[in-house]
Nanobody, 125 residues
């Protein structure tokens, strides 16, 4: 069983930066591709970013491309999401997810193997 624990959420102003962290308890973390999703109030959960197990391939949703950066440290079993130039529309609960796949691209919510419980990011205008 893989456990994912997110942290780093909070309240920031538009234009600010925030870094989210996802820690996993499993030593085989390096064989999973990792991703971030988000769910805004009243909306469906949506894909944000993904990174291959090796860290050599990443993919972003168009809405965050150029502002967000996903990275991972396989030695520490962590995956981070650096969020810059935040906008009010980035307000959401952000979820870390894991998928046993070599493919990194747009992922559907239903295709993930494991989920964290989420961390809330609120961006005020």
């Amino acid at each position: 069983q893989v456990q994912l624990v997110e942290s780093g959420g909070g309240l920031v102003q538009a234009g600010d930066s925030l870094r989210l962290f996802c820690a996993t308890s499993r030593s085989t973390f390096s064989s999973y591709a990792m991703g971030w999703f988000r769910q805004a109030p009243g909306k469906e959960r949506e894909f944000v970013a993904a990174i291959r197990w090796s860290g050599g391939s990443v993919y972003y949703a168009d809405s965050v491309k150029g502002r967000f950066t996903i990275s991972r440290d396989n030695a520490k079993n962590t995956v981070d999401l650096q969020m810059n130039s935040l906008k009010p529309e980035d307000t959401a609960v952000y979820y870390c997810a894991a998928k046993r796949t070599a493919y990194v691209g747009y992922w559907n919510v239903g295709g993930m193997d494991y989920w964290g419980k989420g961390t809330l990011v609120t961006v005020s205008s």
